[in-house]
């Protein structure tokens, strides 16, 4: 199978690293030197490829989207920071007719951690006693804050039926991989959720389970739903 890089970061090369564990062959690379304008985003370099990985910019990100979507090329994407164009992006990728996994976060760990912080807020949501927080630390270089991992957990939160605030904080510093964290407070007690990643390997290896999962395939999905189904 063959796979496009667009970005080729640090997780671009870490993907590109472990990709023939997962049946890949990485046939083109994009970057900033070489994709300016979406300019490498062409039907003769996207010839043969048949997923493409998008870990790009948030200013990017859906410029490459629809791009890569009209070559009838199928994507999984990681890139956060533009999700307010999400329902627009799920539109052009049904009109298209390919198919493209999302998410803010390709760790297993981390999505089965949105199911515990979902349960934990459903079963808060109607004690008044307690008061809610997210937060999170990452990297120096990571682009945005809050990032799309943490926004995700309070959206999960709301969802569940969590309609108090919700005080929500990050930090940027160092080479730190990512920690995020939800907590509940009481004058009585405290409850903690914590997942901290290690490395970016679970993020790259969730990715490329989502690739192999999307070949062929039509629609859009999110990567729960590969890992659970639709619930």
């Not at 090369?13 to 990485?26: D, K, M, N, S």
């Not at 080479?175 to 405290?190: L, Q, V």
């Amino acid at each position: 199978m063959k796979l496009a890089l667009v970005g080729y970061g640090k997780m671009g090369r870490l993907i590109e690293q472990l990709a023939p564990e997962y049946g890949f062959q990485v046939a083109l690379r994009l970057d900033e030197h070489n994709n300016a304008g979406c300019a490498g985003i062409t039907e003769e370099s996207f010839r043969d490829v048949d997923v493409a990985m998008e870990f790009s910019t948030p200013e990017t990100a859906v410029a490459n989207i629809e791009r890569i979507a009209a070559l009838g090329v199928n994507l999984v994407v990681g890139t956060t920071g533009w999700t307010d164009r999400l329902d627009s992006v799920r539109e052009l990728i049904e009109r298209a007719g390919v198919g493209m996994v999302w998410s803010p976060n390709y760790s297993v760990g981390m999505n089965i951690f949105f199911r515990l912080a979902g349960e934990a807020a459903r079963l808060m949501a109607t004690r008044e006693d307690y008061g809610a927080w997210a937060w999170e630390i990452h990297h120096s270089a990571k682009k945005d804050a809050p990032s799309g991992t943490l926004l995700k957990l309070v959206a999960t939160m709301r969802e569940a039926g969590y309609a108090r605030p919700v005080n929500t904080g990050c930090n940027r510093a160092g080479a730190h991989p990512g920690t995020h964290e939800i907590g509940f407070d009481s004058a009585a007690d405290t409850i903690t959720l914590r997942h901290a990643a290690r490395s970016r390997e679970g993020f790259a290896r969730g990715a490329l389970e989502a690739a192999r999962w999307i070949r062929g395939k039509k629609g859009f999905y999110e990567f729960a739903e590969i890992l659970w189904g639709r619930l």
